[in-house]
């Protein structure tokens, strides 16, 4: 199934402020993203990014085998988040920055720990898409978990709208 996701150009500015800033003794910042669910003409989803949530300084973990680790209750707050704002509508997505040199592909970290939090996210939002996104300066990668799906796809397309970002295009063989 193809999916795009869409965010404005002001919320993606945003999002890399929030994530640039250091932190005391994490290496990397992590947020969520919330987003709305639409259908595209050939039967696709539509994934709106609307709302960034920053996390505060004291809800990261001093972890040093990860870039940023996060504790129960930023992960709480994100469930919550979904649960009580528009119920079963609404979904989230994990957002972080790779510089440039990296890319955006998932690096083995996340993809060992960042899908954990997919289970809890859809069993407050069984009807919406949750995911992650992965930023660097001009480019994105995203995966999405579809409702009652355990298994993630990626997101053909993550588009800003109103800001020069490269599109980033991901053909249907590069399912993780």
């Known amino acids: 199934?193809?999916?795009?996701?869409?965010?404005?150009g002001s919320l993606h500015e945003e999002i890399i402020q929030d994530l640039s800033r250091p932190h005391r003794f994490a290496a990397e910042r992590v947020g969520f993203a919330t987003s709305r669910a639409g259908s595209l003409v050939d039967q696709g989803k539509l994934v709106l990014l609307n709302r960034y949530h920053s996390i505060p300084d004291d809800q990261y973990v001093d972890d040093p085998t990860v870039g940023a680790r996060i504790g129960s209750a930023a992960i709480t707050a994100a469930m919550q988040t979904v649960y009580y704002g528009r119920p079963?509508?609404?979904g989230i997505f994990h957002v972080h920055l790779h510089p440039r040199e990296i890319g955006t592909e998932m690096s083995r970290v996340d993809r060992r720990e960042i899908p954990r939090l997919m289970p809890g996210f859809q069993s407050v939002g069984r009807d919406a898409i949750h995911g992650i996104i992965i930023l660097s300066e001009d480019e994105a990668s995203a995966w999405v978990w579809l409702p009652g799906r355990k298994d993630s796809i990626p997101a053909e397309t993550v588009a800003v709208i109103g800001s020069p970002l490269n599109v980033s295009e991901r053909g249907s063989s590069d399912e993780h």
Do not use: A, F, S, Y
């Not at 199934?1 to 404005?8: A, F, G, N, S």
């Open 88 to 90: 079963g509508r609404e």
């Open 1 to 8: 199934m193809k999916v795009e996701i869409r965010l404005t």
